[in-house]
């Protein structure tokens, strides 16, 4: 893990970048203190250049709560390899959703399932990475993004401890089955009115998770209205756990 | 509305016993201030001499942020007259229940209906007396309680301007019907793991309120073990409302 611009500081929060090999990523860290301070790994759809305002907003919350923020780019997005199988199911899911088709769960394996496979030790190789680091120790969260990459990381990797996820992705039916194994805290937003998602399949998720303290918070608002009020009770989730 | 106790002290609460004509009641109000306080209306199952202490703590919550609190007496709840039509429902309930039938639509209106029609003329009365008191005056919130009486009050009561609502009982047809009429702010707590609630109803009542404005919090714990932290969540919806 090398980084490759200057700390940037903005708002109390010191930004910089890095690469993991070949991966981007960028770490926010709180205004040094003499403490390390827990980590947030902020999950995202991928394409870290367009996501980045939004990112360094919710990493600006999380260093209000003293929390550090880091997060990768994900395989095929941005200036990554493409992943060519995977874009050849992204554009059968698109033909299937726009001729009103019901989207065939091999569609979902294929666009889902690869990108689990890759990412997942992409998420934990930057764990050590950043866990290396003096200004950063755990305990670690994982928070939005591909919810099948959240799930795989909350069952493999024992260094998260508590992980906010976001309905809003499909979900092969091999993601439902690892999710009876996890058993960390879970804090699951859902956009109740978001057309673009299969609710019942969020529902179904967030049953089928194993953990003694799962929450499910339902909001108005649409695929991107996310109410601010769910976003402070995100805080207050990662602040019961990590804090 | 008559008071029937001397004010007690109470942990920074005030707590007062009144009649409202025959109807036993409990006011709770903050330690007096010169600004009158807004006011949150207390649903619950009925009994109120059992359910006191479980009250009396929810009061102390809503006076920390600067709420009064008040409560009645259910229809043929506590010592109030039996309503014999109701106790016949709800022994043909139990039977239905102990049989592991399925619990007939014809049991659950004459059970539901009629303690509503009764119930809400009473909280709006009460509403009256207890805004005419010098130290409550609005925004008023309602919580908790048979959640058809929360509907139905949500839906004819303009003088309530957000609820909280716990999805627990049995809802009546007529009821998820009304509905799709509200559209004040709603934080509806559902108990994902409470056995003796019929989830997929509370999940079609969510979705058929018409409130712009509403979010579902999911969580576990069974009937009774609703998490401290979905209190708090609850709280901050009604500072956010009636603060």
């Known amino acids: 893990m090398q980084f490759t611009s200057e700390p940037r500081l903005n708002d109390g ?3 910089r970048d890095f690469l993991l090999g070949e991966i981007p990523g960028i770490l926010w860290t709180p205004e040094p203190t003499s403490t390390p301070a827990p980590l947030i790994l902020l999950g995202h759809p991928g394409g870290l250049a367009r996501m980045r305002p939004r990112l ?3 990493a600006r919350l999380a260093a209000a709560d003293g929390f550090a923020a880091a997060t990768i780019e994900l395989p095929g997005a941005g200036d990554r ?3 060519t199988a995977v874009d050849a199911a992204r554009a059968d899911l698109r033909r299937a959703l726009e001729a ?3 989207v065939d769960d091999d569609i979902i394996d294929r666009l889902v399932l690869p990108l689990v496979e890759q990412a997942v030790p992409e998420w934990r190789a930057a764990l050590d990475g950043l866990l290396s680091l003096p200004e950063i120790e755990g305990p670690v969260g994982y928070s939005g993004g591909v919810i099948s990459i959240g799930v795989r990381l909350a069952t493999v990797e024992p260094r998260i401890t508590a992980a906010g996820l976001f ?3 499909f979900i092969p039916r091999a993601i439902l089955e690892e999710a009876r194994l996890v058993t960390i805290p879970l804090h699951v937003l859902l956009q109740w009115d978001d057309e673009g998602n299969d609710r019942q399949a969020a529902l179904e998720l967030f049953d089928a998770f194993g953990s003694p303290e799962k929450s499910l918070h339902a909001n108005m608002g649409g695929h991107t209205g996310v109410p601010a009020y ?5 805080a207050a989730f990662f602040t019961r756990h990590l804090g």
Chains 1, 2 share one sequence.
Do not use: I
């Open 13 to 15: 929060v010191v930004e």
């Open 81 to 83: 390899p493409k992943l």
């Open 230 to 234: 769910a976003g402070e009770d995100a």
């Open 56 to 58: 360094a907003a919710r």
């Open 167 to 169: 309905a809003g992705s």
């Open 100 to 102: 009103g088709e019901r």
